[in-house]
T-cell receptor, first 114, second 113 residues
Framework: AQTVTQSQPEMSVQEAETVTLSCTYD???????LFWYKQPPSRQMILVIR??????QNATENRFSVNFQKAAKSFSLKISDSQLGDAAMYFC???????????FGTGTLLAVQP | KAGVTQTPRYLIKTRGQQVTLSCSPI?????VSWYQQTPGQGLQFLFE???????NKGNFPGRFSGRQFSNSRSEMNVSTLELGDSALYLC????????????FGNGTRLTVT
C-alpha cells in the first residue's frame, strides 16, 4: 500500500530565510503525482506545487521548489525568502492510478518568526 | 472563477441524527472528492464522484454516503451520527483527478454532541 511520511511535526523559520520540509513515500507504481498542499487557519487546502513522477526536472512555483528524488522516494519542499503568510500546516500528498485518491502525510506545522 | 463552495461552514448535531453536507465544484469540474480530517486520523479519503457515478470509495462504514447531481454539485450524508464523526469534511473538485490537481473548499466543521 502507498504511504506518505512527514517526519517533522513542526518547523520554524525566520522571515526572509529558507526552510526545507521533508517528505518520503512508498509505492510500487512508476507513474504517479506528488503534491504539497498548504492549510492555513482558514482551513482551505491550497495547492502549493505539483510534481509528475515521470518528469526528472524539479517543479518550481515562485519561492517554492521541490527536490524530487524518485529512486530514494523523497519529495522535499523548499520555501525561499519565507514570509509571515507562509505560516501554515503543510501536507505532502501522493496520487497514483492504483488508488485513485490523494494519500496525505500527517503534516508539518510551519511557524514563521518576524 | 469561483472556487469550491461548501455549505454549511459549521454544523452541530446530536448523536443518532443524520446530516447532509453540500459541495459546489469549480465550474467545469466534473470530479468531486470528499475527505475527512481529524486530529487523530489525519486526512482520509471518503469517496469520489465523476459524472454522477461513484468511482472510488474509502474505508468508511455504510453510514457515510454521497451523490452527485447532473450539474456536478455533490452532497455527502452521514446517518446515525457518532461522536467520532466530529471532523472537518473537505470537498475537492478537479477536471479529472488522474490528470489535474484537486482544488479544495473551506470545509464543513461538523461537531457531534
Amino acid at each position: 500500500a502507498q504511504t506518505v511520511t512527514q517526519s517533522q511535526p513542526e518547523m520554524s523559520v525566520q522571515e526572509a530565510e529558507t526552510v526545507t520540509l521533508s517528505c518520503t513515500y512508498d509505492t510500487s507504481e512508476s507513474d504517479y503525482y506528488l503534491f504539497w498542499y498548504k492549510q492555513p487557519p482558514s482551513r482551505q487546502m491550497i495547492l502549493v506545487i505539483r510534481q509528475e513522477a515521470y518528469k526528472q526536472q524539479n517543479a518550481t512555483e515562485n519561492r517554492f521548489s521541490v527536490n524530487f528524488q524518485k529512486a530514494a522516494k523523497s519529495f522535499s519542499l523548499k520555501i525561499s525568502d519565507s514570509q509571515l503568510g507562509d505560516a501554515a500546516m503543510y501536507f505532502c500528498a501522493y496520487f497514483g492510478g492504483a488508488t485513485n485518491k490523494l494519500i496525505f502525510g500527517t503534516g508539518t506545522l510551519l511557524a514563521v518568526q518576524p | 472563477k469561483a472556487g469550491v463552495t461548501q455549505t454549511p461552514r459549521y454544523l452541530i448535531k446530536t448523536r443518532g441524527q443524520q446530516v447532509t453536507l453540500s459541495c459546489s465544484p469549480i465550474s467545469g469540474h466534473r470530479s468531486v472528492s470528499w475527505y475527512q480530517q481529524t486530529p487523530g486520523q489525519g486526512l482520509q479519503f471518503l469517496f469520489e464522484y465523476f459524472s454522477e457515478t461513484q468511482r472510488n470509495k474509502g474505508n468508511f462504514p455504510g453510514r457515510f454516503s454521497g451523490r452527485q447531481f447532473s450539474n456536478s454539485r455533490s452532497e455527502m450524508n452521514v446517518s446515525t451520527l457518532e461522536l467520532g464523526d466530529s471532523a472537518l469534511y473537505l470537498c475537492a473538485s478537479s477536471l479529472d483527478p488522474y490528470n489535474s490537481p484537486l482544488h479544495f473548499g473551506n470545509g464543513t466543521r461538523l461537531t457531534v454532541t
